[in-house]
């Protein structure tokens, strides 16, 4: 079962992996995602810059599964 993870605004991909504590700061992000398996909405992810929308569900085996809520309450 995928975690919904609620935030104010959009995030980017490397934001959501510090928020979330799974790195310790943004400059983390790209060897984070050289390292692990990262998916967006079942496709695989490399990019720290990319956008998060509303809905959006983020898979990383080693870690979780999120699903991204912006604005809910």
């Given amino acids: 079962m995928a975690e919904e993870v609620i935030v104010d605004s959009v995030l980017t991909l ?3 992996l510090n928020y979330e504590g799974i790195i ?3 400059g983390q992000a790209k060897w984070f995602l050289q390292e692990y398996e990262v998916f967006l909405n079942g496709a695989h992810e490399t990019r720290r810059g ?3 929308d509303d ?4 898979e990383i085996p080693e870690v979780g599964s999120y699903v991204i809520k912006i604005g809910a309450q």
């Fill in 55 to 58: 809905g959006d569900v983020v």
């Fill in 50 to 52: 990319k956008k998060l």
């Fill in 24 to 26: 310790e700061s943004g």
């Fill in 14 to 16: 490397g934001q959501f």
